[in-house]
């Protein structure tokens, strides 16, 4: 079972529309979770971070956190074509583990 | 550019070759990774370097798998006797290495090709 689960989609949403991505992980030992934008052939690019219960925003994104419930998510409100791409989720475990552990992604696609 | 460069930016070799990459980490950072991400998968964790010492490796980091971070600055991954299994892209990330939620900032990646 892998640590970090994400359904690889594709999530299609129209353009303009709130796309939600969702991540559940079981190592209730996580402190910190990412995430990560990847358009295809390219590298990671880091969109949020969020280490606290609750919600945190940044612009057109919020990230949210459950740790009762093991669960992230990712909002991005105003979805544009630009945003398509795979949506990366990742965790950090706990003290002096330094390896992100990454689900395997989601596919957003945001129609105009 | 001050991000994390990676070179070659592709590569393609035989089987049974061995082969070499390089990462330079951003300037002030001291935390430097190596990851490897094959189609549809997110990134595997390979190796961690803090500073000049390699303080984690996975388990998927076979001997056949050597990492290096000499004087604390670039780092290079070499593969030996290279397999087609070993065809992915390999991923360089670097933090600044504060506290325990330090942030990953990962470079352009090398695409191996092995035929």
């Known amino acids: 079972q892998k640590e970090v689960e994400q359904n690889s989609g594709p999530l299609s949403v129209p353009e303009g529309a709130i796309a939600s991505l969702n991540c559940t992980y079981s190592d209730r030992g996580s402190q910190s979770f990412f995430w990560y934008r990847q358009y295809s052939g390219k590298s990671p690019e880091l969109i949020m971070s969020?280490?606290?219960?609750g919600d945190k925003e940044d612009g057109r994104f919020t990230a949210q956190l459950n740790k009762a419930s093991q669960y992230v998510s990712l909002l991005i409100r105003d979805s544009q074509p630009s945003d398509s791409a795979t949506y990366l989720c990742?965790?950090?475990?706990?003290?002096?583990?330094?390896?992100?552990?990454f689900g395997s992604g989601t596919r957003l696609q945001v129609q105009p | 550019d001050t991000g994390v460069s990676q070179n070659p930016r592709h590569k393609i070799t035989k089987r049974g070759q061995n082969v070499t990459f390089r990462c330079d980490p951003i300037?002030?950072?001291?935390?430097l990774y190596w990851y490897r991400q094959t189609l549809g998968q997110g990134p595997e964790f390979l190796t961690y370097?803090?500073?000049?010492?390699?303080?984690?490796k996975s388990r998927l980091l076979s001997d056949r798998f050597s990492a290096e971070r000499p004087k604390g600055s670039f780092s290079t991954l070499e593969i030996q006797r290279t397999e087609q299994g070993d065809s992915a892209m390999y991923l360089c990330a670097s933090s600044l290495g504060s506290g325990t939620t330090d942030t990953q900032y990962f470079g352009p990646g090398t695409r191996l090709t092995v035929l």
């Open positions: 969020i280490y606290s219960n």
């Open positions: 300037s002030e950072h001291n935390r």
């Open positions: 990742a965790g950090l475990g706990d003290t002096g583990r330094r390896a992100l552990t």
């Open positions: 370097f803090q500073n000049e010492a390699q303080l984690e």
